[in-house]
């Protein structure tokens, strides 16, 4: 089942923070980010594999709540180079182990 | 640089044509994936292979049929397709088939005329 991430898009100036949410109704085994900049592939950022588990990346990090079985991805002081599309991936376990993408993020930074 | 490799990169064909897909990695994944992707949608999963066997296939149409020749190799064959097949198709893989990240490749922008 597609995993609900909000917002659709932003837009932010550079130095500016952005918090991208997805969430799902199913328990799950795994939240991934990817970020997809325009006409190239997508690019994994971060998995938080368990309850709770809080990963940072540079100005970005992310976290999840496995009780509400939602996570959040945080970009702090935005740079241009942020600008793209992020998607959410989640793995159920129903159905066979997968990766199901939420719908994306656009995130646009200007200077 | 990505280091799994998908060819052509861009591929144009007749809906009576016959066309295959290519993706290599060499990091020794397990898992390898075939998704396709729509302008501003998100990538959508048609095939999982793990261990060169086909674990998962999304209800895909017939007219694509994936294959798994070896560990490194995906292939995805196309037969009769219809112009809202035209889309991007990613290939990824993973190093094992649950709580592994995607590692995609640039993909092949396919046209259907």
């Known amino acids: 089942q597609q995993p609900v991430q909000s917002p659709q898009a932003v837009i932010l100036r550079e130095g500016e923070d952005a918090v991208i949410n997805c969430s799902s109704s199913k328990a799950l085994y795994s939240v991934h980010w990817y970020r997809q900049k325009h006409g190239e592939a997508p690019v994994f950022l971060m998995i938080l594999l368990k309850g709770g588990e809080q990963k940072g990346h540079d100005k970005i990090s992310a976290s999840f709540n496995e009780k509400k079985q939602q996570s959040s991805l945080y970009l702090t002081a935005s740079q241009l180079s942020y600008s793209g599309t992020y998607f959410c991936g989640t793995e159920e376990g129903t159905g066979g182990f997968k990766t199901i993408f939420g719908a994306g993020t656009r995130l646009f930074v200007k200077a | 640089d990505t280091e799994v490799t998908q060819t052509p990169k861009h591929l144009v064909m007749g809906m009576t044509n016959k066309k295959s897909l290519k993706c290599e990695q060499h990091m020794g994944h397990r898992a390898m994936y075939w998704y396709k992707q729509k302008a501003k949608k998100p990538p959508e999963l048609m095939f999982v292979?793990?261990?060169?066997?086909?674990?998962i296939n999304e209800s895909v149409p017939s007219r694509f049929s994936p294959e798994c020749p070896n560990s490194s190799l995906l292939n995805l064959h196309l037969h009769a397709l219809q112009p809202e097949d035209s889309a991007l198709y990613l290939c990824?893989?993973?190093?094992?088939?649950?709580?592994?990240?995607?590692?995609f490749g640039n993909g092949t922008r396919l046209t259907v005329t």
């Open positions: 292979y793990s261990y060169e066997k086909l674990s």
């Open positions: 990824a893989s993973s190093l094992s088939l649950l709580l592994s990240p995607l590692h």
